[in-house]
């Protein structure tokens, strides 16, 4: 199975670095708080404005989202209640 989904970057416009320690130098992002390269998939003050930063550092956005078939059986019918508790909704209601 391929993996499409790729991990979070610095240059990403959702990134944001809690400490507000992220410089731009040249090419290259820069943390002022580590003294090193910005790495957001291991930094633990990486956030995502959109809340899609996933544990393991990858982008939410990047990952499509997967659809569930659901078939007629599994349905609950929402109205299906014991005759008893439909009975009183009925009185407090005033129906």
Do not use: W
């Amino acid at each position: 199975m391929k993996n499409n989904s790729s991990l979070c970057s610095s240059s990403c416009e959702f990134f944001r670095c809690e400490q507000r320690a992220v410089v731009t130098r040249g090419q290259n992002f820069y943390c002022r708080y580590a003294d090193d390269e910005c790495a957001p998939p291991t930094c633990k003050y990486t956030r995502c404005v959109k809340g899609r930063l996933l544990p393991n550092g990858r982008c939410g956005l990047t990952i499509k989202a997967r659809e569930l078939e659901i078939r007629s059986e599994e349905l609950i019918d929402p109205l299906e209640l014991p005759e008893k508790l439909a009975h009183k909704i009925r009185m407090r209601k005033g129906f």
